[in-house]
């Protein structure tokens, strides 16, 4: 199993000090919910992954402070990887448990540019029907944990300005993750990602939890993430990711 800087859970900052700002979060929770009632199957953000969920937004003083960050052009490039598509490598490895769910490996995928991923999906499910995934990906990039969870960001509002978000740093800056909500044509996705530097410092390892819901659905889906994705990024903070499984 990998090894990952151990960070306090209770100290992600999801409604500390920005309690005045959730004003924020729960109108972005309603465009997201009228997304999916009123504009239905218009595509609100296109991406090879599609992403969803997050409760809270930064204060303006982080804001101000990630839009001047020197390193946000590289961190963009690190999350723009991350939504690119490795040559097409299936697989039928070995499974994880998470929750008391089991997870089959189902994709083994690596190329020069955008690394190595490993995808795990519930028993049972395919790659091209799944409600939850797990997934391990070495980029091959250096940049602090924060400059990649900012990219992220900057990438996600490329796309769509309002898309709610959290980014929530270890207290020793050793990972930094990050979690938001998207809609895509008839699929919803929440996804929590959780970045931190490889044992060697050349690439930077990126964990991936992430669930779907289609078609009907997706409203009922997008009203329950904002009673639960607090806990649910938890978990996903305590979670011991299996090492990365190099394709042949």
Known sequence: MSTQPTVDAESIPYATAVAPAMAKP??????????????????????????????????????????????????????????????????????????????????????????????????????????????VRRQPIAIEPIEAARGVVEYLQEQNADTPFTIWPSDDGESCGVDFAVVEGDVAELSVFVYHRSTDGENMVCCQYAERAYGDERLPFVEGLEHRVHDVSKQVLQFNFPELIKSN
């Open 26 to 135: 729960k109108r972005s929770w309603l465009s997201i919910i009228l997304a999916i009632v009123v504009i239905g199957p218009i595509v609100t953000m296109v991406g090879i992954v599609v992403l969803l969920a997050c409760v809270a937004a930064m204060g303006s003083t982080a804001q101000d402070e990630y839009q001047a960050d020197g390193g946000i052009e590289q961190s963009t490039d690190v999350s723009r990887v991350s939504y690119q598509p490795l040559p097409q490598a299936t697989a039928q490895g070995p499974t994880i448990t998470y929750q008391g769910q089991p997870f089959l490996l189902k994709y083994v995928g690596s190329s020069d540019d955008s690394g190595e991923l490993n995808e795990y999906i519930l028993v049972g499910e395919t790659l091209e029907n799944w409600t939850k995934m797990i997934a």
